[in-house]
């Protein structure tokens, strides 16, 4: 990209071009879909048999990624708004909050996806020396559902670690660093 | 920083001056104690007494917090040395490579913090729709290790956090955009 078709820069200003625009919409709408599908299937996720009952509301960890994925998917859509509504060019200061917002909702993403893995996974296995049996041999749809939102949240995270890639991206290299 | 007192930047390598030098090295070599002092916590942590006996071995958790903070601590020492060391100017290779570095090393080190924080918290309180009881009463000492190492792995997070911003910074902010 060399000087001249550079987009004109303005100290306090960017211009996003068309594609770029888009391109960051459209992932920020399918991180918003994945973050909804996750939230869903975990929030639909309980089970009552002969061996008792057990909703994701009595999992702390469970909890948690709920409340990851419903923060994501109304951050994602705002975010994807902001970058196709907000007038051209796009100021430095909002150039900037995306920037941070972008890398707390991914660490606040990756570490749901991490805790709630962690439970399945206990779950699935549980742990002899510290007594706790597995728990998906009584409530192995309960399990199953659970491991598919966790599936979801970590694309999730994988999407936001590029977005955050990006938007670092375009505040450094177009902004004066300050 | 006005143009004229800004480091000449050659196109293709980087000059930093030697208090940016010394400021990074220092925050890397403060992450590798305290991913040190985490690690030889948890692996020094175990117990045995009339309830029986549990390792940090025993728990998954506890071994990818123990694997993270060893890669986190290499990862540490080599790159507080590549910054002190490498002769001026650094190249953009470098400094591309630095920044990938220390993003995937926050991601590990955070995941690894989340997963074990999870289990703690179980350990403590247990889950009782899950049938899985508290572990601390009998285990109370093993408990409290597993804590204090969990807290050391999140301060490393969070100084990775900053690393990775001074670094997508230095990348973005000194070279061309590709």
Redesign the interface.
């Known amino acids: 990209?060399d000087k001249t078709d550079?987009t004109a820069i303005d100290e306090s200003a960017l211009v996003l071009n068309r594609t770029e625009k888009s391109a960051e919409a459209v992932l920020r709408v399918a991180s918003m879909a994945l973050s909804i599908t996750g939230l869903v299937i975990m929030i639909k996720n309980s089970i009552s048999n002969e061996f008792?009952?057990?909703?994701y509301s009595?999992?702390?960890?469970f909890m948690y990624l709920v409340s990851a994925n419903g923060v994501c998917a109304a951050y994602s859509l705002l975010s994807a708004l902001a970058i196709l509504a907000l007038p051209c060019p796009i100021s430095k200061v909002q150039v900037r909050t995306l920037f941070l917002l972008d890398?707390v909702v991914t660490?606040v993403v990756?570490?749901a996806?991490?805790?709630?893995?962690?439970?399945v996974?206990?779950?699935y296995y549980g742990?002899?020396?510290?007594?706790?049996?597995s728990?998906c041999d009584s409530?192995g749809s309960f399990c199953h559902n659970a491991l598919i939102s966790v599936v979801f949240t970590f694309v999730v995270s994988l999407l936001y670690?590029l977005l955050s890639?990006i938007s670092?991206?375009r505040?450094?290299?177009r902004f004066e660093?300050?």
């Open positions: 990209m550079q008792g009952s057990v909703s009595n999992i702390g960890a890398q660490y990756l570490a996806g991490a805790v709630s893995a962690e439970t996974y206990l779950a742990n002899i020396p510290i007594t706790w049996s728990a409530y670690m890639l670092s991206y505040l450094f290299t660093a300050p």
